[in-house]
């Protein structure tokens, strides 16, 4: 089986072909190498997968007095589906709906999409013990729509902009420095490339607007 570029891409063979005046095919396998090593790169430094996913019965716990926010794992939430808490044992656990008033999800966009992934919950955590594992759990949708074919639509297309320039900007800036003296990379094949060493403040900045916080607070 031939090798793929990811799914969740966050740019293509052929937009990087355009931005080097590349015509040909012979570069494309190396290509898709770059952008996927540039992709786990970016979601790694950001703590954060981009594409839109659901995620089931994701679990968190609960340290401290009465938390009245919970960080869920991944931001830009677009729909919360399930929230529960746990009660019970912890082999015979009883989940629970939380009742419709007793959360929402924090700051919403007009699209109804929460980019901070933060829930609060009123009267902070009341049916639950101070400090518990696995005491919640949550099934939502997060991330933005990728699809290349429907870019500048942002009803099928909302994976912003910044993030692929950046994404494309380090793999043209390898490309064309791959040949350089003292380049830092163990194996083009597995695209182990050394991407920090590419960095400069502007990819840094945009880097930061992304990263994903810590969970609780």
């Given at each position: 089986m031939?090798?793929q570029?990811?799914p969740?891409a966050l740019?293509?063979?052929?937009r990087?072909?355009?931005l080097?005046g590349i015509t040909v095919?012979n570069a494309?396998?190396v290509?898709l190498?770059?952008?996927?090593?540039?992709?786990d790169?970016i979601q790694?430094?950001?703590?954060?997968?981009f594409?839109?996913?659901?995620y089931?019965?994701?679990?968190?716990s609960?340290?401290?007095e009465?938390?009245?926010?919970?960080m869920l794992?991944?931001?830009n939430?677009?729909?919360?589906s399930?929230?529960?808490?746990?009660?019970?044992?912890?082999s015979?656990?009883i989940?629970?709906?939380?009742?419709?008033?007793?959360y929402?999800?924090?700051?919403p966009?007009?699209?109804?999409?929460?980019k901070?992934?933060?829930i609060?919950i009123?009267?902070?955590?009341a049916?639950?013990?101070?400090t518990s594992t696995?005491?919640?759990?949550?099934t939502?949708?997060?991330g933005?729509?990728?699809?290349?074919?429907?870019f500048g639509?942002?009803?099928?297309?909302?994976?912003p902009a910044d993030?692929?320039?950046l994404?494309?900007?380090l793999v043209t800036r390898y490309?064309?420095h791959?040949e350089s003296s003292g380049?830092?990379?163990e194996?083009?094949?597995?695209?182990?490339v050394?991407w920090?060493?590419f960095?400069d403040?502007?990819?840094?900045?945009v880097l930061?607007?992304?990263?994903?916080?810590?969970r609780?607070?």
């Open positions: 031939s090798e570029i990811y969740h740019t293509t063979v052929q990087v072909k355009d080097l095919t494309d396998p290509l190498r770059l952008i996927n090593g540039a992709t790169f790694g430094y950001c703590n954060e997968f594409a839109q996913k659901t089931t019965n994701d679990l968190y609960i340290w401290g009465r938390q009245e926010y919970l794992n991944h931001g939430v677009t729909s919360l399930s929230f529960q808490y746990r009660a019970g044992t912890p015979n656990p989940w629970t709906d939380f009742l419709a008033d007793q929402e999800l924090v700051e966009d007009p699209s109804g999409m929460c901070s992934g933060m609060r009123y009267a902070g955590f049916p639950l013990l101070y696995n005491a919640i759990r949550a939502y949708t997060a933005f729509l990728i699809s290349w074919s429907d639509n942002l009803a099928k297309h909302n994976l993030l692929t320039n994404c494309e900007s490309w064309k791959r380049k830092k990379t194996s083009i094949k597995d695209s182990n050394s920090n060493d960095l403040s502007f990819d840094t900045d930061e607007r992304y990263v994903r916080p810590v609780f607070i």
